[in-house]
């Protein structure tokens, strides 16, 4: 009887012991930033997923966890990586759509006589969005893990981060492209001197010989007509993109609460 009271004593002891060594284990990963700390920044939004995901077993396992351990310092790192992550995806969002669904139909019509085809407009339509889709789904991914005070902590500042970026850029694009618009109306001999000096690049997409009158008078009949819907179809995309996560995870919070209300309910009445 002594031995398995002993027993049971280092059972419980092993228990604790293991959760403890649990808290230990994430304090020292996730410590902030000072002399002799473990702590090291995520390098990529994986990085920063890696640890989303371990900060949502560790609250799994444990609820005496305080949303504190994810420090301030970590929350400005997370922010950094959506915002860098969110820089990449604007920049090929707003580089692709105007030229594949603005510059480039026009310019196939206005110097090569040929419109686009279905399977053209599908392609540029797809190839336009695709960037910022595919990294909005991996942003939705995250509402998985969206429970913890540690975890909603992280989750947040990863996409306040990458939205900062998009509603930033999506502002900036629109009141440029409405500028180079009103510029290019205002003053055409400044358009002529820009064409003039870029003549060259519009060589590559075609084989016959363009002047800097043909491709002054392709810009007014086509670009500028574009510039200002192109600007709003940029400007409402940013911010759709930029809000759509939050409606998941917000979603998914909701999903859970009732979640939590509907088996405390059952546990009541049974």
Excluded: C
């Excluded at 920044?41 to 504190?68: G, H, M, T």
């Excluded at 519009?202 to 008078?217: G, K, R």
């Amino acid at each position: 009887m002594p031995s398995s009271g002993t027993g049971g004593t280092g059972g419980s002891n092993y228990g604790g012991g293991r959760f403890a060594h649990q808290n230990v284990d994430f304090k020292a990963n996730n410590a902030g930033g000072g002399s002799g700390s473990a702590y090291k920044a995520p390098k990529n939004i994986i990085n920063a997923l890696s640890e989303i995901q371990r900060y949502y077993v560790l609250e799994s396992r444990s609820d005496d966890l305080p949303k504190e351990y994810f420090t301030l310092e970590q929350i400005f790192d997370f922010f950094k990586i959506g915002f860098k992550s969110g820089i990449l995806e604007g920049l090929l969002f707003i580089t692709l759509l105007p030229f594949l669904q603005t510059i480039y139909p026009g310019f196939k019509f206005y110097f090569l006589g040929d419109a686009l085809n279905n399977q053209e407009e599908m392609l540029f339509t797809v190839s336009s969005y695709a960037p910022i889709v595919i990294s909005t789904i991996f942003m939705v991914y995250l509402s998985k893990y969206y429970e913890g005070g540690l975890t909603k902590r992280a989750i947040f500042a990863l996409i306040n981060g990458r939205s900062s970026t998009f509603i930033i850029k999506g502002v900036g694009i629109y009141y440029l492209l409405h500028y180079i618009q009103e510029l290019s109306l205002k003053d055409p001999n400044v358009v002529y001197s820009w064409i003039d000096f870029s003549q060259w690049i519009f060589s590559f997409f075609t084989t016959h010989e363009l002047t800097a009158e043909m491709i002054y008078n392709y810009y007014y009949r086509f670009v500028i007509p574009a510039l200002g819907d192109t600007a709003n179809e940029i400007f409402f995309s940013m911010l759709i993109f930029a809000f759509f996560p939050y409606l998941t995870v917000f979603y998914k919070g909701y999903v859970n609460t009732r979640e939590k209300y509907r088996m405390e309910e059952e546990y009541e009445n049974y």
